[in-house]
C-alpha cells in the first residue's frame, strides 16, 4: 500500500478569528496532499502535488504552508506517522555566544550538515540579570561571575534546532566544554574550530529534554512580548530577508557568511513566519508595480524567513548594490559576486530581499523588529 502521513492541524482564519481544524494527508510518492475539515466532516483539498512541502518539514510543532494556508502541525493523525516520523524528533536550545557572533554563518553551516533545521532564531543582548538567570544552576560555581559578564557583553544569538536527537547531536557537534581540550579530543567539533578557552566557548547547548523546554521557553516564550528583546537600532539600516526557497534549501549559513565577508555588520537577526495579509502588507509598494508580485507574496509565506537589519552608513545603497539584479540570470551575467547571481533561482525565488529606497530602510526593519517581532499568531 502506498505509504501515507496523517496530521492533525490547525489554521488561523483571520476572516473569522476563528481556528479551524482539518485532517493533512502527505503522500510522499509525489509530494501530493489532501485536506480534510473535521468540523464539516467533508473533504477540503482533494490530493493535489505541493511541491513547497517536503517529508523533513512533516513534524509537530512545526508549521506548514499549503497553497498559501499556514497550517500548525499540531498532533500525529495515526500511529503509523507517529513511530515513522515522530520517534526520534527532538527540539533544542543552541545559544551562540558572543565570541562568534561573526561566524554564525559557519557555525550554521555545521548545524545543517548534521540534518538539524533552524526553526526559530533571534540575535539578543542578554543583561546581567537574565545572563545570571539563564545560567542559574552554575551560581555557586567558580566561573559563575565570569561566564555572566561574559555572555552580556555583547549580542548571543539563540536558535531552536529541530531533528533526529537534536539535544545529543548540538552537543556532539559542540564538543567538550573547554576549547583547548575539544582541539585535542574532537577537532571537527565547533569548540575545536572556533573557541578560544572554556568560556569563550562558541555555544550552549541543553543537556536534557526537560532543560531543553525550560531553555527554549525562556528565549522564545509561549506568552506574547516576554523573552528578551531583539537587537535592532532602527538608525542607519536596511532590511534584509533570507528567503524561505533559500532557508529550505540550507542556504542560511552560506548567505550569512557572504554578507560577514563583504564588510556588513549584521545589527539584529531574527526568523519570522509571515502570513499571507502581512506579506502582501510588507510588498505593498510593489503592487501593480512589478509583474512578479503576487509570486513575491507567495515565496514570503511560503515557510519560514530571516530577517536582518543590515547597519552602516549608507547601507542601503551599499547593500541593494551587494545583493545584485533582481534576476538572478542577468546578475550571473552582469555581476556574478552578488547574492543572488550567487544563490537565487528566479525573480521571485532570488534568495533576498533587500530594500530598494534608502529612506524606506528603517520603515523596513521595523516591520519586523517592531511590529511582527512579540506578535504571535494565536
Ligand atoms: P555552557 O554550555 O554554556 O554551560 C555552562 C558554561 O559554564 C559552559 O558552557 C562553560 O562556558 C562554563 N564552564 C563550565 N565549566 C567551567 C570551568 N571549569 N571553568 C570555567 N567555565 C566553565
Known amino acids: 500500500m502506498e505509504d501515507r502521513y496523517a496530521f ?37 483539498l482533494k490530493r493535489t502535488e505541493c511541491d513547497n512541502i517536503h517529508q523533513e518539514d512533516l513534524f509537530v510543532g512545526n508549521r506548514v504552508n499549503v497553497f498559501t494556508r499556514q497550517l ?3 498532533d500525529y493523525g495515526d500511529q503509523y506517522t507517529a513511530n515513522k516520523l515522530g520517534s526520534k524528533k527532538e527540539r533544542t536550545l543552541a545559544l551562540i555566544k558572543p565570541d562568534v557572533i561573526t561566524k554564525i554563518g559557519d557555525v550554521i553551516d555545521l548545524i545543517y550538515s548534521s540534518n538539524l533545521i533552524v526553526t526559530k532564531a533571534k540575535m539578543t543582548k542578554l543583561t546581567w540579570t537574565q545572563a545570571a538567570d539563564f545560567y542559574v544552576e552554575h551560581q555557586s560555581k567558580p566561573f559563575f561571575n565570569n561566564l555572566v559578564n561574559f555572555m552580556c557583553s555583547d549580542p548571543v544569538v539563540a536558535m531552536e534546532l529541530v531533528g533526529d536527537e537534536a539535544i545529543s547531536t548540538w552537543r556532539r557537534l559542540l564538543g567538550p566544554a573547554d576549547s583547548t581540550a575539544a582541539r585535542r579530543e574532537a577537532p571537527q567539533s565547533v569548540r575545536a574550530q572556533f573557541g578560544t578557552d572554556v568560556i569563550k566557548n562558541v555555544g550552549h547547548g541543553a543537556d536534557s529534554l526537560s ?9 522564545f516564550p509561549s506568552t506574547i512580548g516576554h523573552g528578551p528583546a531583539n537587537t535592532a537600532t ?45 506579506a502582501e502588507e510588507f510588498y505593498e509598494v510593489y503592487k501593480g508595480v512589478v509583474k512578479e508580485y503576487l509570486g513575491m ?63 524606506d530602510g528603517v520603515l523596513e526593519v521595523q516591520y519586523f523588529f517592531k511590529i511582527l517581532d512579540g506578535w504571535k499568531q494565536p
Open 297 to 359: 507574496v507567495t515565496e514570503l509565506c511560503s515557510g519560514p524567513c530571516m530577517v536582518l537589519e543590515i547597519h552602516g552608513t549608507d547601507a542601503p545603497r551599499t547593500f541593494r548594490e551587494f545583493c545584485g539584479p533582481a534576476d538572478p540570470v542577468i546578475a550571473r551575467h552582469l555581476r556574478p559576486n552578488t547574492l543572488r547571481a550567487l544563490y537565487g533561482k528566479d525573480k521571485v525565488r532570488n534568495a533576498v530581499h533587500c530594500t530598494d529606497l534608502p529612506e
Open 8 to 44: 492533525l492541524t490547525e489554521w488561523f482564519d483571520p476572516s473569522s478569528s476563528l481556528l479551524r481544524r482539518y485532517q493533512l494527508f502527505f503522500y510522499p510518492k509525489d509530494g501530493s496532499v489532501e485536506m480534510f475539515d473535521l468540523k464539516n466532516q467533508r473533504r477540503f
Open 211 to 219: 532543560a531543553a523546554a525550560r531553555e527554549l521557553e525562556y528565549f
Open 234 to 278: 532602527f538608525t542607519d539600516c536596511t532590511c534584509c530577508i533570507i528567503k524561505p526557497h533559500a532557508i529550505s534549501e540550507g542556504l542560511t549559513g552560506k548567505i550569512l557568511n557572504s554578507i560577514s565577508a563583504a564588510g556588513f555588520e549584521i545589527s539584529a537577526l531574527e526568523m519570522f513566519n509571515v502570513d499571507q495579509a502581512n
Open 72 to 74: 500548525n502541525l499540531i
